[in-house]
């Protein structure tokens, strides 16, 4: 830029100018010179790709407002040509250094990440279940907070967190991905962090005990007995879920629940092995530093889980370190982990 606009000077009558008219033509030809110049660069180079035909604009006025302002007296033009360079290059390099970031440019292509908010079902007591979708992709990677919601607030915090998280993260969502996340499967369920009352909806039913995996009418928790249900997935709750994921397009689901100090995840798998989750569990284990294991503490029947899995749907629990605390920096590496592997 600096070449032509040096050149374009040097090409001016050795003769006293007519300074107001060489004002004019100067401007003219500087600014059509420069134009040429940012034109073809590289698209590569940041400032000059987002320069314009409005900024070439910015660029002349500034140039016209520089030589306008010179003193009406007759100059000494050698002296002038050397000036009128510096100023000249000084002003096109203020213009251009105050230009915004050439974001239009850089995204041209991509389209914009779409958010959504969507209801799927409702409770038993009428509560919406609620799921915010983000990304454009056809591979529907889910997170599914608050199946205990009362029980274990965490994971609908942590479901929260995350939706509130990618909407003003789009671009973190790869492009082949649509990012799902329920943000709590059990609206009905009473605040009482770690305890059984919490983990039930308002019919009284544990819903993960109400899918179709090894599913029994009474089934436990710990050192209780809870309700499975009427049938496999007799509660308006577990059927939203099912008929959600398995509606098209579902790649991972993970159930987020607590807890365990250590924080574990347990691949799904309806039998003695999991047919396609121990992938997921790694890699989202692998991410958090949570410890990798399958559930042994005592047998579950009607798991979520274990239900997907058998429908060929790579699914885990994860087990939240806290009833409480989110976790987040750690949850956020396991969603964004996932995410990469199941874009491919």
């Known amino acids: 830029m600096a070449t032509a606009i040096a050149a374009t000077l040097a090409a001016q009558p050795t003769a006293t100018p007519d300074w107001a008219a060489t004002s004019t033509a100067q401007a003219h ?17 940041p400032n000059l790709a987002a320069t314009s035909t409005a900024q070439a604009y910015e660029v002349a006025t500034a140039i016209a407002a520089t030589l ?11 002296a002038t040509q050397s000036a009128q360079r510096w100023v000249l290059q000084t002003a096109v390099a203020a213009t251009l250094t105050a230009q915004p970031p050439p ?64 909407r003003s993260h789009s ?17 009905d369920a009473v605040r009482a962090p770690g305890k059984l009352e919490g983990r039930l909806n308002a019919a009284g039913v544990d819903l993960n005990r109400n899918w179709d995996c090894e599913w029994q009418a009474q089934a436990k928790w710990r050192d209780h ?26 790649v991972a689901v993970i159930f987020w629940e607590a807890k365990m100090e250590t924080g574990q995840v347990s691949a799904g798998g309806c039998g003695e092995r999991s047919l396609v989750s121990q992938p997921l569990a790694d890699i989202y284990g692998g991410a958090t530093g949570y410890t990798v294991d399958p559930w042994a ?48």
């Not at 030809?29 to 034109?39: G, K, N």
């Not at 007995?225 to 579902?250: C, D, H, K, R």
Request: aromatic share 6%; proline share 7%; no cysteine.
């Open 68 to 78: 306008t302002a010179q003193p009406t007296v007759t100059p000494n033009l050698a």
């Open 225 to 250: 007995t809870v309700s499975g249900g009427s049938a496999p997935f007799s509660e308006m709750e577990t059927q939203a879920l099912l008929n959600y994921i398995t509606g098209g397009g579902a």
């Open 297 to 344: 503490w005592y047998p579950v029947n009607g798991d979520a889980a274990n239900s997907l899995d058998k429908r060929g749907i790579p699914a885990a629990s994860v087990l939240l370190r806290d009833y409480e605390d989110t976790d987040w920096p750690l949850n956020l590496r396991g969603i964004l982990a996932v995410m990469e592997a199941y874009a491919r």
């Open 171 to 187: 671009a973190a969502v790869p492009d082949a991905v649509k990012l799902a996340v329920v943000l709590n499967a059990n609206p």
């Open 103 to 166: 974001a239009a440019t850089a995204t041209a292509t991509a389209m914009p990440q779409v958010s959504r908010l969507q209801v799927i079902g409702t409770s038993a007591a009428g509560r919406p279940i609620e799921v915010v979708e983000i990304g454009n992709g056809d591979r529907r990677i889910i997170f599914v907070g608050g199946l205990h919601a009362g029980s274990a607030p965490s994971t609908a915090a942590l479901a929260q967190q995350a939706a509130d998280y990618f």
């Open 29 to 45: 030809e500087v600014a059509t010179a420069i134009a040429a110049t940012l034109t073809a660069q590289p698209t590569s180079t």
